[in-house]
């Protein structure tokens, strides 16, 4: 078990909950998509990094600052002499490497090389590093995952792990010598105690609360075609089958993540859910999960 689990970022939760409740725009759909793609890549990288048996500690998706300035680590392994860096890429297809950036075959567009955010995050990270008294040998690498991928012209020397190797990297991870120490577990804290949760440059889409699309959705495929029952939310476009009790909770997340400056109340989750028309119901379940602030008509959740 990684001594820091990923979890989905903020910002892809939120327009995940946005893309069925409004209609974005063509570029906040490719972003969108981007940044689903890149979170199941490192999920799939994280599949790999599970199957280690070798002593070491894992922190998954690290949002760290120094001198003012933030940086992102995809996967740290830590190891007694060696801290291993990851950045996990997802791109599809074949691509010729240059070093201003990999340009497309089929399309000719060129992104940016992915060295140079790897550098730049090797340089901060070990400036880190150096603040909180460490100074460790560290290995950085760029993993392409998708193994519909290609690279021509990459120097075998280049930081690059491609799709097959990945076998082999673990392989490599797997035969590291030595024990991590309680230095190491201290150091894996302090980290993940200066996690920040969310980047200010993730911006969400601008829109209003009265331009949601209401309702609770089915958990499988998204349909706001459902029907509640006394104890389950019923979709009637494939048939799956839901706890209303979940339902209505799940609801109620997505709610205080997309409106977090509107209070959770028994009116306003009962009109947000829109299925359900039991407000004593909502009110149960909110009783029964969240914390109370408040009474009477006033009562709020939190």
């Known amino acids: 078990m990684a001594f820091k689990e990923r979890t989905e970022p903020i910002i892809l939760s939120k327009l995940r909950i946005l ?6 725009s063509d570029e906040e759909k490719r972003y969108f998509s981007y940044l689903d793609k890149g979170y199941k890549g490192e999920l799939q990288f994280d599949a790999m990094t599970e199957k280690l048996t070798s002593s070491c500690l894992i922190l998954n998706e690290l949002l760290l600052e120094v001198e003012r300035t933030t940086f992102q680590i995809d996967t740290l392994i830590i190891f007694s002499g060696t801290f291993y860096l990851f950045e996990i890429k997802t791109n599809q297809g074949d691509y010729l490497y240059k ?4 340009t497309s075959k089929t399309t000719g567009v060129t992104i940016k090389n992915p060295l140079d955010q790897l550098n730049r995050t090797k340089l901060l990270f070990k400036k880190l590093l150096n603040q909180l008294g460490y100074n460790h040998k560290i290995e950085a690498s760029v993993v392409f995952v998708n193994p519909e991928f290609t690279l021509y012209h990459a120097h075998p020397d280049l930081p690059f ?3 097959t190797q990945i076998n082999r990297l673990h392989d490599n991870l797997n035969n590291q010598p030595g024990n991590v120490s309680t230095n190491h577990y201290k150091l894996a804290a302090k980290l993940v ?4 949760i969310d980047s ?4 969400l889409p601008a829109f209003h609360y009265d331009e949601l699309k209401k309702g609770i959705t089915c958990s499988e495929c998204e349909s706001f075609e459902v029907t509640a029952t006394h104890k389950f939310l019923v979709c009637d476009v494939c048939g799956s089958k839901e ?3 979940s339902a209505v909770m799940r609801t109620v997340k997505e709610f205080r993540l997309i409106s977090p400056e509107t209070a959770i109340t028994t009116s306003a989750i009962q009109e947000f859910c829109v299925v359900i028309k039991d407000g004593k119901r909502i009110r149960r379940l909110l009783t029964k999960h969240l914390t109370i602030d408040g009474s009477r008509k006033w009562t709020k959740y939190r």
Do not use: A
């Open 99 to 102: 070093q201003e950036g990999l």
């Open 19 to 24: 893309n069925k409740r409004l209609e974005l």
């Open 193 to 196: 105690s200066l996690h920040k």
């Open 243 to 245: 706890s209303l009790e």
């Open 161 to 163: 792990i491609f799709p």
């Open 200 to 203: 200010s440059h993730n911006k």
